[in-house]
């Protein structure tokens, strides 16, 4: 079907859809979409979470046992085949807006069940880089340019919203992790990723510089410990049997120390507690606490203690996903003076995000595109995040590829921070070297590492 303004000559018009099923960096199969226009093509190839959460826009596999374990995306690949391409053909890849609405009407489902959100994903972000091809412009400056228009308006602004940097492209700081636990590193620690944030970088190269120095030390004293200390996660942080959460953080605490840094000043420490998946109907079950059962206002006790005791500014899923009166004491209590990013909570979905914005939950988001399914969609929850004073945080999947889409989404929206993985497996450097690539250009390469960073260890306890 012909959109009426789209001439057959024009360079962003498409013309072809292919999909096809590749692999990640688990050995998983996931989809990926090649998409042709008249003037140039792009591709797209879909990440895919572990832990993922019950609110997530719908991974279609095929659950056909006798192939890739029931894992194969051959359905999703063959709906965007069959259904998705003879509805775009003729479309124009530059309307990323109505190419996404056109996605989310032709699914029909609220969360993309039908068709999948992997199939879709894979369609959305291959149009914005073939509309980007077709222009003879880099990813970057196209999505800039998807993402400045957008306004949303959500009745709750925050002061905050008016930041003049907010927004602006840049840099973001890198959220790294170093040790790993929960569902990526066989549950030996609850706590899913101990991370490090080069907070006090002048720029974004020497950051991750600390950070790579880092990386190598903790796996020194990891070694001469006796523990795995070259084994790593499915994010490429390392995942020793170690005895107790509070031994990670010292491990990360002397490594930063090692190479000469300060913790707390030049680099401070992150948790993704990812709470969702060790939550139980009768509470949260510790494993590292001979399988105790601790209520929500046990693990706030002990966050305030820990934010209080290490350089640690920022936690992600305290709490899990259901758990709002939970969340809504933690933002209480810890909320003035650390980052709570919702994952789990918010799965990128701007209904869910208005939903904790007026509860006062949280104070941050992560944004992941295939937790919602568009970029467009995409888009709007950040630009909401933004409105409310909710700091973003653009993050990969513990299943990801070679495709480096949110290194360009990251700088191209400046939304501050992003979390990939550790400095360590390709699927993860892949992004890092594309961001160091962008920060050669002046156009892009403020660093909003340093100044978006809004809570600071205050040193107390
Ligand atoms: P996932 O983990 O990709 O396995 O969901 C990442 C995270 O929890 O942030
Ligand atoms: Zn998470």
Redesign the pocket.
Known sequence: MNSPGTSKRSPTRIDRILARELFDSRGKPTVEVELFCSGGSGRAIVPS????GQYEACELRDHDARRLGGAGVSRAVQNVLSEISPRLVGQDAADQAEIDRVLCELDGTVNKTRLGANAILGVSLAAAHAAAAAAHISLVDHLHQLWKPISVSIGLESPAASQPTLGAPGLPLPMVNMISGG??AGQNLDF?DFLALPVGAPTFRQGLEWIVDIYHALATRLTAAGYEGCLVGDEGGFGPRLGDHEQAIEFLLAAIEQVGLRPGVDVSLAI?V?ATHFHTADGYRLNCQRGELWSAGQLIDLFDRWTRQYPIVSL?DPLSDDDWDGWREITMRLGGRVQLIG?DLFVTNGARLRQGVENRVANSV?IKLNQIGTLTETLTTLKMAFAAGYAPVI?A???ETEDVTIADLAVATGAGQI?IGSVARSERLAKYNQLLRLSERTEWNTWLGKELWRFRWNGAG
């Not at 979470?49 to 993922?52: D, E, L, P, V």
């Open positions: 979470g572990a832990s993922t569902l990526h899913q993704d990812a992600e994952d992560l993050s999947r513990s299943g979390k």
